[in-house]
Nanobody
Framework: QVQLMESGGGLVQFGGSLRLSCAPSASLHSFNAMGWYRQIPRKERELVAVIIDGAGTNYADSVKGRFTISRDFAKNTIDLYMSSLKPEDTAIYYC?????????????WGQGTQVTVSS
C-alpha cells in the first residue's frame, strides 16, 4: 500500500501561482506513471498532467503553457507548478501514481488538496 501526501493548495488570486507537492511513501523509482488530476463538484475527475516513464509528460489542453509537472528524486516528490491561474482552475487536485508489481498494476490516490482561484 502506498500513501500519497499532498500539500500546497490554497486560495490565490486570478493570475497568481501555486506549487502543489505530493510525497509518496514509496520511492519515485517504483512508479511507471505519476500525475495530477482535478475534480469539481458534479463533474468527473480529469487529468491535469502526467509523467510516464519512457514516454515523457502529457498535459490537459486547458493547462498547457501554464502548468509544469516535475519529479524531485532527492526529495521524493511529484510537484505541479501552476501559473497564470484562472477561476476555472478551481478544483480539488489529486496526486495519482501507477505501479507495476509482479505483473499486476496498482494505482493509488492522494486525499486531495483544494485550490481556489478568485476572480
Amino acid at each position: 500500500q502506498v500513501q500519497l501526501m499532498e500539500s500546497g493548495g490554497g486560495l490565490v488570486q486570478f493570475g497568481g501561482s501555486l506549487r502543489l507537492s505530493c510525497a509518496p511513501s514509496a520511492s519515485l523509482h517504483s512508479f511507471n506513471a505519476m500525475g495530477w488530476y482535478r475534480q469539481i463538484p458534479r463533474k468527473e475527475r480529469e487529468l491535469v498532467a502526467v509523467i510516464i516513464d519512457g514516454a515523457g509528460t502529457n498535459y490537459a489542453d486547458s493547462v498547457k503553457g501554464r502548468f509544469t509537472i516535475s519529479r524531485d528524486f532527492a526529495k521524493n516528490t511529484i510537484d505541479l507548478y501552476m501559473s497564470s491561474l484562472k477561476p476555472e482552475d478551481t478544483a480539488i487536485y489529486y496526486c495519482h501514481v501507477d505501479q507495476l508489481f509482479s505483473g499486476r498494476r496498482f494505482e493509488y490516490w492522494g486525499q486531495g488538496t483544494q485550490v481556489t482561484v478568485s476572480s
